[in-house]
């Protein structure tokens, strides 16, 4: 699972520590951008990039930078959200888990480039073996002048500090993971004012993802302008693409931005194709928040072009045909995959992540969940299916924090793209009582063979 | 700078929230409000039953907000038109809210001491529906003492925070907080913890709901059987104004004064609320005002301020402002 970019070097041995990382490149963004040029060139090479957030909603990350209040005469922060706990998604702790100085190095030029002189690095507690590696890479770049006072000789100091969670998934949610970092109750808060302005502590504050981060050394060292040209349109660079499920090769795969799909799904150097050489059924492009997709809206768009991995083709259509590439968790499900139990299992995980701060998600998503678990076991009702789409209809947008959207996206595009499926549960309550697996496999079979590839699908 | 809510235009200062614009026009077109509490710091945004809908942002740019906001923490902008009860999206995105609110929420109003004076059920006869859509069971939890003088039924509570704020801001020791989260959180104390200090019962005056009740005043009678009278009385540790509600020349129970928006004019302590029992403690200063809407103004009437004058043109009988 070599890389192009973000991973590239990954499969050198040592390069966790800081002599390998050093002796093949390392630090030499940070040694370019401190001594040759200027925080705001730093942030009009980033702006120049196009570098969208890779944490799941893809706002470009120079225009991020600049919202920051430079006027406040308070402190400002950088916090890098290492939070990662949305289901699917596993690429920053792979890049952390083996490279961590390209974290750091991106760090200290984001830093830069903000004017930052205290950095934090919000991690999940979860990943608790991972605060080691952090804490060994910091102390050796500190080590070898690259972190703390006067770095590299110039006026420039900052220092980075790694703050585990303590295990909740709301906690990634920005304003959330501000408060958890301030010692408080991990509830969102509610915005304006924005982070940019009233952040940490109240100083102006800028959240980005681990991969964005670590993005930007690669950026500066091949300046803007070439990483804008990687990728295709506004989509620009490499993604991280964390694969799971269904398929020959599961794991995390640094693509460039454009590939298609079918051919990310299907090439032996990326998934290989569907397991056990069943068919395709359905995918979740972008980690368990965004919405579901069957086999054939997967591959092409409802207007018959192929679809590709980007932030644009993905989201071709809207929610009615479309769907997002999010963090870039991709999970696939192969035919015998029960999308009612998916669904169900989905929102298990966000009515207990919900903070209960706000009403709709708070109530909303104990209500999904407890009316899907009826219809998985067999006691469900006809009325259950529109009821399901009517709460998911009032949580979606009236809540502080898109936790209520990313609830109820995945239970209403289920039901938008598997109507059938959720009607075969209430109808065949026996059937689905002993089977978990694609019940309405049972009844129907409709598979399509693709002309061009001759690869069949769900 | 000038803000249309309704249709109605009002000029406000930088800074005014949505609602407040709202209160200061009155009226109908105030969007309901659970958690907002306009003397708590940091409140409000947690309910979602203020949410409007934001036709104009500013005169400057006069897109459209993409989502719904919450109208006690958006602020104004100036030319900004605001849609409260004239958007269908508003309606029903608030019918939404309300039956979420419900969903855990016992029918036990006939039992509630609070019945007659719940925001909830002033929500609830305005947006709510007709019958449940849900046939799962509602969570549950034990009635529980806090403190000496106040009981918490969590079963009722709304989570609107209120109570948060009112022990983070009134008193130097956080002494209650919310537990757990999701579906299951829950108001409670520190371990075995009373909430003791001087203005604890405040909690109970601005909780929306009857989820905290006064111990000394359960199960005695329904509010709309009592008399609310202004009254005061030397105190050392509040400005002791208040509001006591009689029965005859019996006071029943003292409250804050609130106004028309539910809010109490000053916090009281403890000492006015729950040990002044006596009308000989209190200066009595009159009957209070009470809208006609609300129940309590049953069995209650009070002078009209307004002339009737006959139109000498129309023969007709009409009240003059």
Same mark, same amino acid.
């Given at each position: 699972?070599?890389?192009?970019?973000?991973?590239?070097?990954?499969?050198?041995?040592?390069?966790?520590?800081?002599?390998?990382?050093?002796?093949?490149?390392?630090?030499?963004?940070?040694?370019?951008?401190?001594?040759?040029?200027?925080?705001?060139?730093?942030?009009?090479?980033?702006?120049?990039?196009?570098?969208?957030?890779?944490?799941?909603?893809?706002?470009?990350?120079?225009?991020?930078?600049?919202?920051?209040?430079?006027?406040?005469?308070?402190?400002?922060?950088?916090?890098?959200?290492?939070?990662?706990?949305?289901?699917?998604?596993?690429?920053?702790?792979?890049?952390?888990?083996?490279?961590?100085?390209?974290?750091?190095?991106?760090?200290?030029?984001?830093?830069?480039?903000?004017?930052?002189?205290?950095?934090?690095?919000?991690?999940?507690?979860?990943?608790?073996?991972?605060?080691?590696?952090?804490?060994?890479?910091?102390?050796?770049?500190?080590?070898?002048?690259?972190?703390?006072?006067?770095?590299?000789?110039?006026?420039?100091?900052?220092?980075?500090?790694?703050?585990?969670?303590?295990?909740?998934?709301?906690?990634?949610?920005?304003?959330?993971?501000?408060?958890?970092?301030?010692?408080?109750?991990?509830?969102?808060?509610?915005?304006?004012?924005?982070?940019?302005?009233?952040?940490?502590?109240?100083?102006?504050?800028?959240?980005?993802?681990?991969?964005?981060?670590?993005?930007?050394?690669?950026?500066?060292?091949?300046?803007?302008?070439?990483?804008?040209?990687?990728?295709?349109?506004?989509?620009?660079?490499?993604?991280?693409?964390?694969?799971?499920?269904?398929?020959?090769?599961?794991?995390?795969?640094?693509?460039?931005?454009?590939?298609?799909?079918?051919?990310?799904?299907?090439?032996?150097?990326?998934?290989?194709?569907?397991?056990?050489?069943?068919?395709?059924?359905?995918?979740?492009?972008?980690?368990?928040?965004?919405?579901?997709?069957?086999?054939?809206?997967?591959?092409?768009?409802?207007?018959?072009?192929?679809?590709?991995?980007?932030?644009?083709?993905?989201?071709?259509?809207?929610?009615?045909?479309?769907?997002?590439?999010?963090?870039?968790?991709?999970?696939?499900?192969?035919?015998?995959?029960?999308?009612?139990?998916?669904?169900?299992?989905?929102?298990?995980?966000?009515?207990?992540?919900?903070?209960?701060?706000?009403?709709?998600?708070?109530?909303?998503?104990?209500?999904?969940?407890?009316?899907?678990?009826?219809?998985?076991?067999?006691?469900?009702?006809?009325?259950?299916?529109?009821?399901?789409?009517?709460?998911?209809?009032?949580?979606?947008?009236?809540?502080?924090?898109?936790?209520?959207?990313?609830?109820?996206?995945?239970?209403?595009?289920?039901?938008?793209?598997?109507?059938?499926?959720?009607?075969?549960?209430?109808?065949?309550?026996?059937?689905?009582?002993?089977?978990?697996?694609?019940?309405?496999?049972?009844?129907?079979?409709?598979?399509?063979?693709?002309?061009?590839?001759?690869?069949?699908?769900? | 700078?000038?803000?249309?809510?309704?249709?109605?235009?009002?000029?406000?200062?930088?800074?005014?929230?949505?609602?407040?614009?709202?209160?200061?026009?009155?009226?109908?077109?105030?969007?309901?409000?659970?958690?907002?509490?306009?003397?708590?710091?940091?409140?409000?945004?947690?309910?979602?039953?203020?949410?409007?809908?934001?036709?104009?942002?500013?005169?400057?740019?006069?897109?459209?907000?993409?989502?719904?906001?919450?109208?006690?923490?958006?602020?104004?902008?100036?030319?900004?038109?605001?849609?409260?009860?004239?958007?269908?999206?508003?309606?029903?995105?608030?019918?939404?809210?309300?039956?979420?609110?419900?969903?855990?929420?016992?029918?036990?109003?006939?039992?509630?001491?609070?019945?007659?004076?719940?925001?909830?059920?002033?929500?609830?006869?305005?947006?709510?529906?007709?019958?449940?859509?849900?046939?799962?069971?509602?969570?549950?939890?034990?009635?529980?003492?806090?403190?000496?003088?106040?009981?918490?039924?969590?079963?009722?509570?709304?989570?609107?925070?209120?109570?948060?704020?009112?022990?983070?801001?009134?008193?130097?020791?956080?002494?209650?907080?919310?537990?757990?989260?999701?579906?299951?959180?829950?108001?409670?104390?520190?371990?075995?913890?009373?909430?003791?200090?001087?203005?604890?019962?405040?909690?109970?005056?601005?909780?929306?709901?009857?989820?905290?009740?006064?111990?000394?005043?359960?199960?005695?009678?329904?509010?709309?059987?009592?008399?609310?009278?202004?009254?005061?009385?030397?105190?050392?540790?509040?400005?002791?104004?208040?509001?006591?509600?009689?029965?005859?020349?019996?006071?029943?129970?003292?409250?804050?004064?609130?106004?028309?928006?539910?809010?109490?004019?000053?916090?009281?302590? %403890?000492?006015?609320?729950?040990? /002044? $029992?006596?009308?000989?403690?209190?200066? =009595? @200063? +009159?009957?209070?005002? &009470?809208?006609?809407?609300?129940?309590?103004?049953? %069995?209650?009437?009070?002078?009209? /301020? $307004?002339?009737?004058?006959?139109?000498? =043109? @129309? +023969?007709?009988?009409? &009240?003059?402002?």
């Amino acid at each position: 699972m070599g890389g192009k970019i973000l991973l590239a070097g990954i499969d050198i041995p040592g390069i966790r520590g800081f002599d390998v990382y050093r002796a093949h490149g390392g630090y030499a963004a940070v040694e370019k951008a401190l001594r040759e040029m200027t925080a705001s060139e730093v942030g009009q090479e980033v702006n120049r990039s196009g570098l969208r957030g890779r944490g799941g909603a893809g706002f470009p990350t120079g225009l991020k930078w600049s919202f920051l209040d430079r006027k406040s005469d308070k402190p400002r922060y950088l916090v890098c959200n290492a939070d990662e706990s949305e289901p699917g998604t596993f690429k920053d702790r792979y890049l952390m888990q083996h490279l961590p100085h390209r974290l750091i190095e991106g760090l200290i030029i984001s830093s830069y480039a903000l004017g930052v002189n205290t950095c934090y690095i919000y991690i999940r507690g979860e990943f608790k073996y991972l605060v080691g590696i952090l804490e060994t890479a910091i102390m050796e770049a500190r080590q070898h002048g690259f972190l703390g006072d006067r770095i590299l000789g110039t006026d420039y100091s900052l220092n980075i500090y790694v703050h585990p969670g303590a295990g909740a998934y709301i906690c990634g949610e920005e304003t959330a993971l501000l408060e958890s970092l301030e010692g408080k109750r991990g509830n969102p808060r509610i915005k304006p004012p924005f982070p940019a302005f009233k952040g940490l502590y109240g100083c102006p504050t800028v959240v980005n993802n681990v991969e964005t981060l670590a993005a930007v050394g690669p950026i500066i060292l091949m300046g803007g302008e070439t990483y804008s040209k990687i990728g295709r349109g506004k989509s620009t660079g490499t993604k991280l693409i964390s694969a799971c499920g269904n398929i020959n090769n599961p794991g995390v795969y640094e693509i460039e931005m454009g590939l298609p799909v079918e051919d990310f799904i299907y090439a032996p150097e990326y998934c290989g194709g569907i397991a056990n050489d069943k068919y395709l059924k359905a995918v979740i492009p972008g980690g368990s928040s965004v919405p579901i997709l069957p086999a054939d809206l997967m591959l092409n768009t409802a207007k018959g072009e192929k679809r590709l991995m980007t932030y644009e083709s993905l989201a071709d259509g809207d929610f009615e045909t479309g769907t997002m590439l999010g963090s870039g968790g991709f999970i696939v499900y192969d035919e015998d995959a029960c999308i009612v139990r998916n669904t169900w299992n989905l929102a298990h995980f966000y009515r207990h992540e919900s903070c209960g701060q706000c009403s709709p998600c708070r109530e909303g998503t104990g209500w999904m969940e407890k009316v899907l678990y009826r219809i998985e076991h067999g006691l469900g009702k006809m009325s259950d299916i529109d009821l399901l789409v009517r709460v998911a209809k009032n949580i979606e947008g009236n809540t502080i924090c898109p936790l209520g959207d990313a609830a109820a996206w995945p239970v209403a595009s289920a039901i938008r793209h598997f109507r059938k499926e959720f009607e075969f549960h209430v109808k065949h309550p026996e059937t689905v009582k002993n089977i978990h697996h694609g019940a309405l496999n049972i009844e129907e079979e409709s598979l399509i063979p693709d002309s061009g590839t001759g690869i069949k699908y769900w | 700078m000038k803000v249309t809510i309704d249709n109605v235009q009002v000029e406000v200062e930088d800074g005014t929230t949505i609602l407040q614009a709202a209160r200061k026009i009155g009226g109908k077109l105030v969007p309901p409000a659970m958690c907002y509490y306009s003397k708590l710091k940091g409140s409000g945004g947690k309910c979602r039953t203020c949410l409007v809908k934001v036709a104009q942002s500013s005169a400057k740019d006069p897109r459209p907000m993409p989502k719904l906001v919450a109208s006690c923490s958006t602020p104004v902008q100036d030319g900004m038109v605001v849609q409260n009860l004239t958007s269908p999206e508003v309606i029903e995105a608030r019918k939404g809210v309300v039956e979420f609110l419900l969903l855990n929420h016992p029918l036990d109003c006939p039992v509630c001491d609070q019945a007659g004076e719940c925001d909830l059920q002033d929500l609830s006869f305005g947006y709510g529906m007709d019958e449940t859509a849900t046939e799962e069971d509602r969570r549950e939890f034990p009635v529980i003492d806090i403190g000496e003088n106040i009981k918490l039924h969590m079963n009722r509570c709304i989570l609107c925070y209120r109570c948060v704020y009112t022990a983070g801001q009134l008193t130097d020791k956080r002494l209650h907080g919310v537990m757990y989260r999701g579906d299951v959180s829950e108001i409670s104390t520190f371990i075995g913890n009373a909430v003791t200090n001087e203005f604890s019962g405040n909690v109970i005056d601005v909780c929306p709901v009857g989820a905290l009740t006064d111990k000394t005043f359960r199960f005695k009678s329904r509010v709309w059987f009592l008399k609310p009278m202004n009254a005061h009385r030397e105190c050392s540790k509040c400005a002791g104004k208040t509001a006591v509600w009689m029965f005859g020349n019996e006071i029943y129970r003292v409250t804050g004064r609130k106004d028309e928006f539910g809010e109490v004019e000053e916090f009281i302590c %403890n000492e006015c609320r729950f040990e /002044k $029992k006596d009308v000989n403690d209190w200066i =009595i @200063e +009159g009957p209070r005002h &009470i809208t006609r809407q609300s129940v309590i103004s049953a %069995n209650h009437y009070e002078e009209s /301020k $307004k002339q009737s004058v006959i139109n000498p =043109i @129309e +023969g007709t009988m009409e &009240i003059q402002e």
